[in-house]
């Protein structure tokens, strides 16, 4: 066990509907990454934060948004969603960004 | 920019046989590199990183690998292989600072698929 949980573990909607997924990092980590996981793609990037702002940001569409809490949890929000968002959501944590990311078990998104 | 090729997506291997897996690296700058390995329906979890000194390094499970900065690779080993090892294997770089988890990039993974 990482100590990051995500939820949901799975999540099933339909195309033009809206999801949030939420993410709790390893007590005391202040560095929220997020990761999108497809066949095609492979692993990418989508945004980080630290301490509650937005630090670094990858391949993240426009239709997609997140935000770290005061309680040092994140959200990632997903929009107007598409076939091609159907994938394996990924959340780390690491205590700053120079320390080792922890991965939580992801959250399977499919869209239908 | 960084990349990182890793240019296997499937080894099959027979228990109790070594296996490497192959991966390759750029970069402008100095990096860090890091193994992750996936099991079926988990997380990512870190199994070994080369952040300086040695050019060998060991992790967990029985992994080694190799950092080599003139071919700009840093292939995994493992002398014998075991059931459980069959995963995900991930490489990835990172040029940020400390080489912690600021800045990573993966590679595509290569599926180890052991055989008995």
């Known amino acids: 066990d990482s100590g990051v949980t995500q939820t949901p573990k799975h999540l099933i909607t339909a195309t033009g509907q809206r999801v949030t997924l939420r993410c709790s990092p390893r007590?005391?980590?202040?560095?929220v990454y997020w990761y999108q996981q497809s066949l095609d793609q492979g692993l990418q990037f989508l945004i980080q934060?630290?301490?509650?702002?937005?630090?670094a940001k990858g391949n993240i569409l426009e239709r997609f948004s997140a935000q770290q809490f005061p309680d040092l949890h994140s959200e990632l929000n997903l929009s107007s969603l598409e076939l091609g968002d159907s994938a394996l959501y990924f959340c780390?944590?690491?205590?700053?960004?120079?320390?080792?990311?922890?991965f939580g078990q992801g959250t399977r998104l499919t869209v239908v | 920019a960084q990349s990182v090729t890793q240019l296997d997506s499937q080894v099959p291997v027979f228990e109790e046989a070594p296996v490497e897996l192959r991966c390759n690296y750029s970069?402008?700058?100095?990096?860090?590199l890091f193994w992750y390995v996936q099991y079926p329906n988990q997380g990512l979890q870190l199994l070994l990183k080369?952040?300086?000194?040695?050019?060998l390094v060991k992790g967990i499970n029985g992994f080694e690998a190799e950092f080599n900065k003139s071919q700009t690779s840093f292939h995994l080993r493992k002398p014998s292989v075991h059931i459980s090892d069959t995963a995900e294997y991930f490489c990835?770089?990172?040029?940020?600072?400390?080489?912690?988890?600021?800045?990573?990039?993966f590679g595509k993974g290569t599926h180890l698929i052991i055989q008995p």
């Open positions: 780390a944590s690491s205590r700053r960004g120079d320390t080792e990311a922890f």
């Open positions: 007590s005391g980590d202040l560095s």
């Open positions: 934060y630290y301490n509650g702002e937005e630090r």
């Open positions: 970069s402008s700058v100095s990096v860090y």
């Open positions: 080369y952040l300086s000194g040695s050019t």
């Open positions: 990835a770089v990172s040029e940020g600072s400390g080489g912690g988890a600021d800045g990573l990039t």
